[in-house]
Nanobody
């Protein structure tokens, strides 16, 4: 079965950095667009970033643009999220997701049938 396993979360001070990883199995990784979403307590799950099948096209939410960067390694079946200049508002559970098609709709949670279990990121002030 399809498994997406996130890692790399943790506690970091404001201004710090983390790199999240999401290892995929049970699917043809290079056939899926990949995305990162996050959910803070009491909030809706929100889009963070997405990357296309080949990794040569990507976009990020305005709230993280210029601080976060999504990338992928199809040889390793892994997608990454590099997070710099972290702020307390970035505190959330971060989820990776796999979507069978690439396009503007990939930022919607409904576009992704496969999700990881999430990894907690906590940024202290």
């Amino acid at each position: 079965q399809v498994q997406l396993v996130e890692s790399g979360g943790g506690l970091v001070q404001a201004g710090g950095s983390l790199r999240l990883s999401c290892a995929a199995s049970g699917l043809t990784f290079s056939s899926y667009a990949m995305g990162w979403f996050r959910q803070a307590p009491g909030e809706e799950r929100e889009f963070v970033a997405a990357i296309n099948l080949r990794g040569d096209n990507r976009f990020h939410a305005d709230s993280v643009k210029d601080r976060f960067t999504i990338s992928r390694d199809n040889a390793k079946n892994t997608v990454y999220l590099r997070m710099n200049s972290l702020q307390p508002v970035d505190t959330a559970v971060y989820y990776c997701a796999a979507a069978p098609t690439w396009g503007p709709g990939v930022s919607e949670t409904a576009a992704s049938p496969y999700w990881g279990q999430g990894t907690q990121v906590t940024v202290s002030s």
